[in-house]
């Protein structure tokens, strides 16, 4: 390894477990669940279940500090994003790179208009600029005041993680001392259809590595990281809170949105985050895994942990709590991590069943505390895209 | 960083002119009869690239775009709106991901290694461009696929018309569809150019230099040492990439090509 460690000094998360680091990690000690029908948004989907952050875009923009009018998913962004700068003090002295992710973006208030401006009226044509995914950190540079590089990841379910790992990059390669990364995604129909559309929702809460999962649940939120090159934190006083020590990208190249039977993608993922990291297998203690509940990924994702590990670490998907929160949650999971890591805490896999036909390992099913070192964090999306993260307790 | 090849085309609607593509000899036939036009159009430019650079799969692959799968999008809210409450198809909701094109070049090609999409209107390619430089100064002997490709609906026009108050547009530019893609980096093969640097961020981080004349594109004021691009790429998101391909085939000893998305700016110094 010869570049520079990669610290962790600041985290902000909002999910269906609350808002707030300390929500996030109240919630997975006591194993609760964020899953449940709609109670803040209008949306036409009575039946399903969600992951909803239950506030409403009014109590979000006030949480924020910003006027209401304006997507939810940068209303969620600002809430994480600023828990995330205030817990590394990182000011507005700071020069600070954004790298942020989404995959709705402002679709949220573009859906309200597809019989409007999307199809020649001027209904709504106000609002079309902020429609763009990238928009939308714009948006949350404006706010936060940042003065750095902004950009936006959109490699749809893996997009925050690849927001990190630019991030890593950014600081290894000497471009940048401080890098705010992560992710944010609202619910909306256009969401909530597709995946409909594809059958991979459950009709009932979701049982992600069950032989008996019936697909996902949708969710929402937000998190982010703020990086850090190790020497610029240990000169100002911070001790890392954990290290983004490896991370990789790859991609499956087996189908546009189903991964291979034999999980080659996120097995490689894997695999090159760990030795990015320096990190032999042997040295993880927990596995956050993907996990969507779906069929195909849970079964795949399964064989290319039981490919990797001889003997597969304790491995959990967060998803049964928080739902499937798209391109937040590499972010989300990553917050996760360094929680894990810091308090001790390996979160359960809720609602598990019974193991998959042909696997030799099973998830961890109930909230326990154990030593966390190392934690690898894996991220699939469409487009055969996968990427993994390694987090650790020292550089 | 070396450049080993460039392919490039512009699509004007409603010109009259018809528009040369690279590369569409090279698409696979079962995938492409399965592709809107536009995504056949870029698959055949980013291919184009390859085979002038001599390679049949890339080590990385790069891509920037303002707007997405714009067309797949549109049509599925439409389905939405159509068919609520029914079951609807989720074709186009499967194509419509920022990274399909990304995706559906590794899969065309067995590529299996990084795979970006970014998404930052007039800077997209910037980012794609920064990150394969990242990747290179990583592994030095990889090739990397890198290039932009945005669409054009007339959806685009409505939205000009109404809105475009702040761009700095040449006279009858109009909105358009393009694409270009490049080989960057590898040990050997042919040199088309080279990127001298690539900057993103609020003006004061993005120095222009006065020894190389600077092209501007939509939302950026023509420089005293250079004038807009513009006119000669169309109005699209993807517009720098074609710009830095036009740079390439231009004598001279190296263009600055300056870009604007909100705040931020984007700049890209090529030479020949």
Known sequence: ???????????????????????????????????????????????????????????????????????RTVLLGLVAAQEALRDAGIGADTVVDLLSASTVGGMDRSEAFATGWMTGGVDGIDRAPGHAVGDHALQLARHLGLRGLVTTLSTACSSSANALMLGAWLIRSGRAEVVL?????????????????????????????????????????????????ADRAAARGRTPLAYLAGAANTNDAHHQTATSPDGEGPYQAMRAALEDAGRAPEAVDLINAHGTGTDNNDGTEQV????????????????????????????LEAVFSVLAIRHGVVPANLRFTAPIEGSRSAPNTAPREARVATVLSTSFGFGGNDSALVLTATP | MIIRAAAHYTLRPGSGEEAVVPGMELLPKPMARRMIAPVRRTMACALAALAEAGI??????????????????????????????????????????????????????????????????????????LAALMHLERRPGDRVLVGAS??????????????????HVPAGARPAEGAAFFVLGGADGPVKGRVVDV????A??????????????????????????????????????????????????????????????????VAR
């Open chain 1, 181 to 229: 990364a992560g992710g944010t995604d609202a619910l909306c129909r256009f969401t909530t259809a597709g995946f409909r559309a594809l059958s991979a929702m459950d009709g009932t809460p979701c049982r992600p590595f069950s032989a008996d999962r019936g697909g996902m649940n949708l969710g929402e939120g937000a998190a982010y990281l703020v990086l850090e090159r």
């Open chain 2, 199 to 202: 900057r993103m961020g609020p």
């Open chain 2, 150 to 167: 945005d669409e054009h609906l007339p959806l685009l026009d409505h939205l000009f018309d109404a809105l475009h108050g702040a761009a």
């Open chain 1, 1 to 71: 390894m010869n570049h520079p460690p990669v610290a962790i000094t600041g985290i902000g998360a909002i999910s269906a477990l609350g808002t707030g680091t300390a929500a996030q990690l109240e919630a997975l000690r006591a194993g609760r669940s964020g899953i449940g029908h709609l109670t803040h948004l209008q949306l036409p989907f009575p039946e399903l279940w969600f992951g909803e952050v239950k506030a409403t875009n009014t109590d979000l923009a006030a949480l924020a500090g910003v006027d209401p009018d304006r997507s």
């Open chain 2, 204 to 269: 004061d981080r993005v120095p222009l230099r006065d020894d190389a004349p600077v092209w501007t594109g939509a939302l950026v004021p023509a420089a005293a040492n250079g004038a807009s691009y513009v006119h000669r790429t169309g109005l699209h998101h993807s517009a720098p990439a074609v710009a830095m391909a036009l740079a390439l085939a231009d004598a001279g000893p190296g263009v600055q090509l300056m870009d604007r998305e909100g705040e931020q700016h984007g700049l890209i110094h």
């Open chain 1, 304 to 331: 290319a942990m039981e490919r990797l590990f001889a003997t597969v670490p304790p491995f959990v998907s967060t998803k049964s709590a928080t739902g499937h929160t798209l391109a937040a949650a590499g972010a």
């Open chain 2, 56 to 129: 049949e799969r890339p080590d990385a692959i790069c891509y920037g775009t303002g707007l997405g799968c714009l067309a797949d999008t549109r049509e599925f809210l439409l389905e939405i709106e159509r068919n609520a409450g029914s079951l609807l198809a989720p074709t186009s909701v499967m194509r419509s991901t920022h990274n399909t094109v990304a995706g559906l070049i590794a899969l065309a090609l067995k590529a299996q290694g990084p795979n970006l999409t970014f998404s930052q209107g007039f800077t997209s390619f910037h980012a794609a461009l």
